[in-house]
């Protein structure tokens, strides 16, 4: 038993040994046997006198035999040492390219074949991961730049494009939370604006004072990216909401634009997450939060730009309302009665500012429109009103070209709709017509019917209204008794 674990103990070694001892065993095995049995072959024949060569050349064979073995071993053993050297330079090489842990288990073996097999399996492993991981790679890529491209087309105004900057970084150093903090007029305070990865309602505007030394301050004063810790909340602790905002593991850059800054940009990883940002997270960050720095500032000019357009267009339809005695101050009597309306309907801030300027815009068009047709004394003509018809139109095509300003497109051209399908441009009716549409319309006829024109007095509030409600089929009867209980309610304050 003893005897049977010994040889497999020494087939086991022997399997295990380097590729050069093998090659001796077995060189030695294969060349000294033939030289051995040579030898015994001549000293048999010359005992017996048999031998047919003399001892002389048979010397000479045995040196021939020996010198040739002799050559064989050294050529084939320095192409060995040169598999050798190969396989030690392969392991180096692999030491860029794999763990430490894994290298270690590949010279446990002594055998270099074994090892070098062992390290093309390893390194073709590797070589498949960082091809599944390109692939990822590739397809997250493409889902950013398809985010990025659906942003922009849909993008009505900074807002939308920075909520989508701060998803797609926060993905990217797999983060947690992502903040946006735009500094206040006086720069003694940031704003928190935008925030992804945690439950923010941008209409609180939290406010977070700057602390002589804190981290945020020093952000902004040093322009510089930097990885701080969350301790520095503890100067504000009426905000719990802050601790889920900013975690322990926090990398803030300062917005940077033409050495001005605007805000900071701030992200924190998970908890579970020890891992400290790299000075290449650093960089990445600093660089789109100065990229982030230019969207803003460009969004402010734009906005300047769009409200001094707002404004021009504005005073050409104040313009257009004072050219005709009749309808002077039409606009804002109008802008009065839908924001009345739109109130007592429960509507939010942004859809009475919608109703707002579309009030006072709605009537832009007639700047189209001959002074002979727009200030005649005297009913119009069918001619003349297929010309006052298009004020609608040419209206809409002037603020159109503006991007802020289209979602007023909807009030401007189809204020004169009619739910039965008899108004124009388009013969909208029912459910074509937009609530706001609805509303204007409704404000639009009763400030007609109580305004005096050229070719009828005005009317009383009380035949207006009741021409509103024998209008059923032109007009919303739900909006027109809107109207009516705010008038009413209006006369009893008075």
């Not at 020494?10 to 046997?33: G, M, N, P, Q």
């Not at 990885?227 to 601790?243: A, C, D, H, R, T």
């Amino acid at each position: 038993m003893i005897k049977k674990d010994k040889k497999v103990l020494f087939l086991a070694s022997f399997e295990d040994a380097s590729i050069l001892r093998k090659f001796t065993i077995l060189f030695l095995i294969t060349s000294i046997v033939p030289m051995a049995l040579l030898y015994y072959f001549y000293v048999q024949t010359t005992r017996h006198g048999q031998l047919g060569i003399s001892t002389s050349n048979y010397t000479d064979l045995m040196i021939l035999m020996v010198l040739g073995v002799f050559i064989g071993f050294i050529t084939i053993r320095s192409l060995l040492v040169k598999i050798i050297d190969i396989s030690k330079q392969n392991s180096k090489a692999l030491e860029n390219l794999l763990s430490p842990e894994t290298i270690k288990e590949l010279n446990q073996g002594e055998n270099e074949i074994v090892v070098l097999s062992r390290s093309f399996s390893a390194v073709t492993q590797q070589l498949e991961a960082n091809v599944r991981s390109l692939e990822l790679a590739k397809k997250t890529l493409h889902a950013v730049m398809s985010k990025v491209g659906h942003g922009i087309s849909n993008m009505q105004n900074i807002d939308t494009f920075l909520n989508l900057i701060l998803e797609t970084f926060t993905n990217a150093l797999n983060g947690k939370v992502a903040t946006l903090l735009l500094l206040n007029d006086k720069k003694t305070e940031l704003i928190i604006t935008t925030v992804y990865g945690a439950s923010y309602d941008p209409k609180r505007k939290v406010h977070l004072k700057l602390f002589d030394g804190s981290p945020l301050a020093k952000v902004l004063s040093e322009k510089q990216p930097m990885s701080v810790s969350g301790v520095f909340l503890q100067n504000y602790n009426n905000y719990p909401l802050l601790k889920e905002l900013f975690g322990e593991n926090l990398l803030c850059a300062p917005l940077v634009y033409h050495d001005h800054v605007s805000g900071i940009l701030t992200l924190s990883r998970p908890e579970a997450n020890k891992e400290n940002f790299t000075e290449e997270d650093l960089e990445l960050v600093f660089n789109l939060a100065s990229q982030t720095a230019i969207a803003i500032e460009n969004s402010k000019l734009n906005r300047d730009i769009e409200k001094t357009y707002f404004e021009t267009i504005s005073a050409l339809a104040l313009a257009v309302d004072a050219k005709d005695k009749y309808s002077h101050g039409h606009l804002d009597r109008v802008a009065n009665h839908a924001i009345m309306i739109g109130k007592r309907l429960g509507l939010d801030d942004e859809d009475l500012n919608t109703l707002r300027d579309g009030a006072r815009l709605h009537d832009l068009g007639k700047i189209g429109i001959p002074d002979e047709v727009l200030k005649k004394d005297s009913s119009l003509s069918d001619e003349e009103w297929v010309i006052m018809r298009r004020h609608a139109e040419i209206g809409e095509s002037i603020i159109k070209p503006v991007r802020s300003l289209q979602h007023l497109c909807d009030l401007i051209r189809h204020h004169h709709e009619k739910l039965d399908g008899s108004g124009y441009p388009d013969r909208l009716k029912d459910e074509e017509i937009s609530p706001l549409v609805r509303i204007l319309s409704v404000a639009d006829v009763y400030d007609a019917l109580t305004t005096e024109r050229p070719y009828r007095p005005k009317k009383s509030k009380q035949e207006a209204i009741s021409i509103l409600r024998s209008m059923k089929h032109h007009l919303d009867q739900d909006i027109v008794n809107i109207l009516v209980e705010g008038l009413e309610s209006e006369e009893q304050l008075t």
